[in-house]
């Protein structure tokens, strides 16, 4: 019999019941054993949904409070002192390395956190010191979970973050200098306890993550598999249990001399088919005699229904190499990066619903494929075939075949991505019309989002106030931004973006092509969620999307306004996006849709425009070489073409929230905007040095002040920051700004942070 598996489930609960639990457990709401007693009935809810999905293996030890990897650090007392000295309960210690601590007299910041791979979710980095030790905790938790759900009647295969993984995905503690590999040898008798401890509680078979190995690792991490996997396979059928390696998000066949050694003798090896399918023959042929293949093939990263035939040919063409005994059927990663169930979408156009599947929806996925290659096809018949018409509507549906839409991608031109002259010539031109001063200061975008505001917008989508109303209010917002610009003396004003609710779902709702979710919530890091729009089709722009307020603003303004616009690939990577089309295809629509709001929004006189793109490194994939060269290829094709419409005289900036561009500076430079505003207060100004060593011709805006503290820098501290990074930029190519935009800050900071802002701008010039 083929084994259906499912890697990981979300934790949130249907209603984002955990978020509500933690949260109230912080504003002191809830209880201790309340909050442990919500999260044992959510663990048991879960199981019990995979169960009754017919799963065959149901993970346990995938539940986590805060964090999956944050409970390893605890579990393995990697505890730095400034946490443990203060002998917190062991759920607040828990919580004050995740989020930080300041109650009580006691003030500690979180533990660094940090993206999971290309997901959006994040995860608490291992912080080691250097003369770390480890010690298991007393009741390990996946032991503990292992026998609740035991006690339920539901055996579970536990997982575990590998030692590998572990080690390489954190860090020297600060002030410290320990290589995180170079404690393997003493980190590995806690791997053997636990899974010795695993064992005797009755779990026979244990998931062990070793997702570095998508990663081009370097030769000391390459080097530390086979002694890791020597000693915790010896275990195996003896005192421990049967290793399942987990491997997703990418393809494991450059790292294959490491998985050939000892790894070989895992009693499972798992890989992402969905991402990776061609690596599947590959993997097959480096399979040890009796190991055994976990096919991931249903995508554990997004919102679609599964494609049964595809899924189906896959795994029958492993049988036939390896037989039913040697094949599971499983999620491609953990369901962690999907929403709980697709029940809770109640608006939804039934059309696109029957494209969609969430987390419940996929484990039945699961144990549909698993019974079809068991059985043969004739046992879900009726489900295949369901499906089949599904797969056939959506592909030739309306919303996935605009032919006006496909025919204007054909026509795109080469031209159409560059600018009419250099930068050098537009330069000329925007000085002319926009006779900014030296050091010209500006801001990101958005100013703060006022309780008002947001009284306002909810009153407006429920209906309680009408259009007119809501239109009126957001002028009187735009009114008040650019009084405040002008008492400051700012020189390029932006209007505030009061109407917009997030920079990606306002440009969405204003497109073709996208829809909404009520309930498709998941999990970003601890107790936040995002909740994605998602690209179901073709894109276009019916209309335009910004020209009402930017134009409004601009008619009330006595100095350049600036136009904002979020950027095609962060309107790509912070959606679902479609999983029929290449991303390249839907990052050209979204482009072709923001370039006629950039040609729309200079036809409405408004002569600086700025295109958001913070997303863009976190879509470079996670290997170096020329997967990344093509991502980077057509990402910053899409940003030329959305913004290469307009005349020299018009000026494009653009903004990132980070400064490290070292990696892939060449696709930076490519961009050709005019001005770059960049995130760098907290960052070192030393990263500016790449801008003078690869002579960098256009203009910076590196931030002169982090916008996520409520602290207001002075003016002395401004000009310090300025001068530091004179040393890196020339005069003529600093602009002053922010690190971001304003909208989580409050009036009075940002008040009083830009005064000292434009202060210490006004001194540079008198200097220089
Ligand atoms: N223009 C946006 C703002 O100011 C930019 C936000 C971002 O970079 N994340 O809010
Ligand atoms: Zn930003």
């Not at 997004?302 to 189906?312: R, T």
Request: net charge negative.
């Amino acid at each position: 019999m083929v084994q259906s598996s499912v890697l990981g489930f979300p934790r949130m609960g249907k209603l984002r019941d955990l978020k509500k639990a933690t949260e109230a457990y912080w504003a002191g709401k809830l209880s201790t054993d309340e909050l442990l007693a919500e999260g044992k009935r959510l663990r048991l809810e879960h199981w019990k949904i995979q169960k009754d999905a017919g799963v065959d293996v149901i993970p346990s030890n995938d539940f986590a409070y805060y964090d999956q990897v944050l409970d390893q650090i605890q579990m393995f007392n990697v505890i730095p002192e400034r946490y443990s000295k203060h002998n917190l309960p062991t759920i607040d210690e828990y919580f004050a390395m995740g989020r930080g601590h300041q109650k009580d007299g006691i003030d500690v910041p979180a533990l660094e956190m940090v993206k999971w791979f290309d997901s959006n979710y994040h995860y608490v980095k291992p912080t080691f010191q250097d003369n770390q030790t480890f010690k298991l905790s007393d009741d390990p938790k996946p032991v503990r979970h292992f026998l609740e759900a035991k006690e339920a009647g539901i055996i579970t295969r536990p997982v575990i973050l590998g030692p590998v993984s572990f080690l390489h995905l954190g860090k020297a503690d600060r002030d410290h200098t320990v290589d995180p590999i170079s404690l393997l040898e003493k980190l590995l008798p806690v791997y053997e306890e636990l899974l010795k401890k695993l064992k005797e509680a009755g779990a026979d078979v244990v998931q062990i993550d070793e997702p570095v190995l998508v990663f081009d690792l370097p030769s000391k991490v390459r080097d530390a598999f086979k002694p890791a996997y020597e000693k915790l396979t010896a275990l195996q059928g003896s005192s421990g249990p049967q290793l399942v390696l987990a491997t997703y998000f990418g393809d494991i066949v450059h790292n294959f001399d490491v998985v050939d050694a000892a790894l070989q003798k895992t009693y499972a090896l798992h890989v992402d088919l969905v991402r990776h399918p061609e690596q599947l023959e590959k993997v097959i042929e480096h399979l040890g005699p009796k190991q055994i293949l976990s096919a991931g093939v249903i995508d554990g990263r997004n919102i679609w229904k599964n494609n049964m035939q595809k899924s189906i040919e896959i795994v029958e063409t492993a049988i036939q190499k390896l037989g039913k005994e040697r094949v599971i059927v499983a999620t491609s990663s953990s369901l962690l990066h999907t929403p709980h169930t697709l029940d809770s979408e109640k608006n939804l156009d039934d059309e696109v619903k029957d494209w969609f599947a969430f987390a419940v929806q996929k484990a039945s996925e699961v144990a549909v494929v698993a019974k079809a290659v068991t059985e043969g096809p004739d046992s879900v018949r009726s489900t295949l075939e369901a499906n089949a018409k599904s797969m056939k509507a959506r592909a030739t549906s309306k919303r996935t075949n605009k032919p006006d839409v496909k025919k204007r991608q054909e026509g795109v031109s080469k031209e159409d991505h560059e600018r009419k002259s250099a930068f050098p010539t537009r330069y000329a031109e925007q000085k002319k019309t926009l006779k900014l001063p030296l050091f010209p200061t500006t801001t990101i975008g958005s100013f703060p989002q006022t309780k008002d505001i947001r009284v306002h917008r909810n009153k407006f989508t429920k209906g309680e106030i009408t259009a007119e109303e809501y239109e009126k209010f957001i002028e009187k917002e735009i009114d008040d931004v650019i009084a405040i610009q002008d008492e400051l003396g700012l020189d390029v004003y932006v209007h505030g973006e009061p109407e917009r609710n997030d920079m990606v779902q306002y440009f969405g709702e204003r497109m073709d092509g996208y829809e909404f979710t009520t309930h498709a919530w998941v999990q970003s890091y601890g107790s936040r969620c995002v909740r994605p729009p998602i690209i179901v089709g073709d894109i276009s722009r019916p209309k335009p999307m910004t020209v009402k307020e930017s134009k409004y603003a601009a008619s009330k303004s006595k100095k350049p306004m600036k136009g904002m616009l979020t950027g095609p690939i962060t309107c790509l990577r912070w959606s679902f996006p479609r999983d029929d089309v290449h991303q390249s295809v839907q990052a050209q629509q979204l482009a072709l849709a923001l370039r006629d709001e950039v040609v729309d929004l200079e036809k409405a006189g408004i002569y600086v425009i700025q295109v958001d793109e913070p997303a863009l490194r976190e879509g470079l994939p996670l290997r170096a070489g020329a997967e990344r060269e093509k991502y980077l290829s057509w990402a910053v094709d899409s940003f030329k073409l959305s913004t290469a419409g307009v005349e020299d005289s018009t000026q494009i900036h653009s903004h990132f929230c980070y400064s490290e561009f070292q990696d892939f500076f060449h696709a930076i430079a490519a961009l050709d905007a005019d001005v770059l505003s960049i995130e760098n207060s907290k960052s070192d100004a030393k990263l500016l040095k790449v801008f003078i060593d690869e002579a960098y011709p256009r203009h910076i805006g590196p931030g002169v002040y982090d916008i996520h503290s409520p602290r207001v820098p002075s003016e002395q501290e401004i000009k310090d920051r300025l001068s530091e990074m004179l040393a890196y930029l020339k005069p003529d190519q600093l602009w002053i700004n922010p690190d971001c935009g304003l909208k989580t800050r409050q009036w009075k900071e940002t008040k009083a942070a830009l005064a000292n802002m434009v202060a210490a701008a006004r001194f540079f010039r008198e200097k220089y």
